[in-house]
Nanobody
Framework: DVQLQASGGGSVQPGESLRLSCVAS????????TGWFRQAPGKEREAVSC????????YYADSVKGRFTISRDNAKNTAYLQMYALKPEDTAVYYC????????????????WGQGTLVTVSS
């Protein structure tokens, strides 16, 4: 099994930036697609972005397209979510997850999840 540790959340003002990190333990990270998901209070978990194992295919939710960038460094077993121009509606607990196979924007298809990191955007 691969264990995931997400970090980098915090409290910021609208328009500011944060970078989330997801560190994976285990030898298979470079074979796995990685996704970032978020869940706001009272709402369902939604897909934010995902990236394939090689890092050459990425997808974004329309709500974050142009503001967020997903990337990965397989040598460091780490995936990142760079978030710019944060908005109050980005407030949520952010989770990273991994799956074998293609990168897809469906949380139900992911196998292992990190514990989540809270992002709060408020003035």
């Amino acid at each position: 099994d691969v264990q995931l540790q997400a970090s980098g959340g915090g409290s910021v003002q609208p328009g500011e930036s944060l970078r989330l990190s997801c560190v994976a333990s285990g030898r298979s990270f470079s074979d796995l697609s990685t996704g970032w998901f978020r869940q706001a209070p009272g709402k369902e978990r939604e897909a934010v972005s995902c990236i394939n194992n090689r890092g050459d295919t990425t997808y974004y939710a329309d709500s974050v397209k142009g503001r967020f960038t997903i990337s990965r460094d397989n040598a460091k077993n780490t995936a990142y979510l760079q978030m710019y121009a944060l908005k109050p509606e980005d407030t949520a607990v952010y989770y990273c997850a991994i799956r074998w196979g293609l990168a897809i924007m469906n949380p139900e298809s992911y196998d292992d999840w990190g514990q989540g990191t809270l992002v709060t955007v408020s003035s």
